[in-house]
């Protein structure tokens, strides 16, 4: 089986290696109002979506594009740290700390922030990216080849402008939101919190590395002629996906899917959850 594994006026910026280049953000959405869909104007100003991290990411697009459609629905906790040494900014001396979750739901993607350490009173972008925070790509985009702006892509914002970053206070502390109304592929994600002056590189990095606690596996029809779908969770029997799927013991997790009876090269999708 086939495994599916940076503000307003800053110009193009980079991450380490010109991974990626800035934006900003998108306004909160809630369950029952899911995140607005109009892109911004201003996108194009912050740059292009980087290319590194794409064969992961290509990966999981082709599995998402394959006959059956698979979406893990959970929330992850992430903690800002420092990147590693060559993977952001050299010359940062602040000391991000706080929180970002990630609620992924049948409405779509809803994430928030409680961040300190921020420089005080300076816009600092922030976007949740392809891969973790020690192999990192661009900005997730959900359509690879789509432009690199919500709501194509996911940034945080302390306002309701969906271009604006987070805007911390006189002592550096933020709060921000953003989302969507699609569900990122199974694959690593990071938020990256970005430095406020050009280069605009990368300060603060937390990984989605774990759901918190029971995630509900979805799984649907992407083409036509699709009309039963099997599964196997962790190399178990393939059973008929008859709805939505529970699955609530800790630990990694691997789930393969495929149209009914044919198993072949089937694609999988691999978790986490939480102890």
């Given at each position: 089986?086939?495994?599916?594994?940076?503000s307003?006026?800053?110009?193009?910026?980079?991450?380490?290696?010109?991974?990626?280049?800035?934006?900003?953000?998108?306004?909160s959405?809630?369950?029952?109002?899911?995140a607005?869909?109009?892109?911004?104007?201003?996108?194009?100003?912050?740059?292009?979506?980087?290319?590194?991290?794409?064969?992961?990411?290509?990966?999981?697009?082709?599995?998402?594009?394959?006959?059956?459609?698979?979406?893990?629905?959970?929330t992850?906790t992430?903690?800002?740290?420092?990147?590693?040494?060559?993977?952001?900014?050299g010359?940062?001396?602040?000391?991000?700390e706080?929180?970002?979750?990630?609620?992924k739901?049948e409405?779509?993607?809803?994430?928030?922030?409680?961040?300190?350490?921020?420089?005080?009173?300076?816009?600092?972008p922030a976007?949740?990216?392809?891969?973790?925070?020690?192999?990192?790509?661009?900005?997730?985009?959900h359509?690879?080849?789509?432009?690199?702006?919500?709501?194509?892509?996911?940034?945080?914002?302390?306002?309701?402008?969906?271009?604006?970053?987070?805007?911390?206070s006189?002592?550096?502390?933020?709060?921000?939101?953003?989302g969507?109304?699609?569900?990122p592929?199974?694959?690593?994600?990071?938020?990256?919190i970005h430095?406020?002056?050009?280069?605009?590189?990368?300060?603060?990095?937390?990984?989605?590395?774990?759901?918190?606690?029971?995630?509900?596996?979805?799984?649907?029809?992407?083409?036509?002629?699709?009309?039963?779908?099997?599964?196997?969770?962790?190399?178990g029997?393939?059973?008929?996906?008859?709805?939505?799927?529970?699955i609530?013991?800790?630990?990694e997790?691997?789930?393969?899917?495929?149209?009914?009876?044919e198993?072949?090269?089937?694609?999988?999708?691999?978790?986490?959850?939480?102890?």
């Amino acid at each position: 089986m086939a495994t599916v594994v940076l503000s307003l006026g800053l110009v193009v910026a980079a991450c380490s290696d010109a991974e990626e280049a800035p934006a900003d953000a998108t306004p909160s959405s809630t369950a029952e109002s899911p995140a607005p869909t109009t892109e911004s104007t201003e996108a194009a100003d912050h740059g292009a979506h980087g290319a590194h991290g794409a064969e992961d990411h290509d990966a999981a697009a082709a599995a998402a594009t394959g006959p059956v459609a698979a979406s893990v629905l959970g929330t992850s906790t992430g903690t800002y740290g420092p990147l590693d040494e060559g993977l952001g900014s050299g010359t940062n001396t602040l000391v991000v700390e706080g929180t970002v979750t990630l609620v992924k739901d049948e409405y779509g993607t809803q994430m928030s922030t409680n961040v300190t350490g921020l420089t005080s009173g300076a816009p600092h972008p922030a976007h949740l990216h392809d891969g973790s925070c020690t192999e990192f790509g661009g900005h997730y985009m959900h359509d690879h080849a789509g432009p690199p702006e919500p709501p194509n892509e996911i940034w945080l914002s302390s306002s309701n402008d969906p271009a604006g970053p987070l805007e911390p206070s006189q002592t550096g502390s933020a709060l921000g939101s953003g989302g969507a109304d699609w569900v990122p592929r199974e694959t690593p994600l990071s938020m990256m919190i970005h430095d406020s002056e050009f280069p605009g590189l990368p300060i603060a990095c937390a990984d989605f590395a774990a759901y918190d606690g029971a995630v509900t596996l979805v799984l649907e029809p992407a083409e036509d002629g699709v009309e039963a779908i099997e599964y196997s969770l962790d190399g178990g029997e393939w059973l008929a996906y008859e709805g939505p799927v529970e699955i609530a013991d800790a630990g990694e997790h691997t789930v393969a899917y495929a149209p009914a009876g044919e198993h072949d090269d089937a694609p999988e999708i691999s978790f986490t959850l939480a102890g």
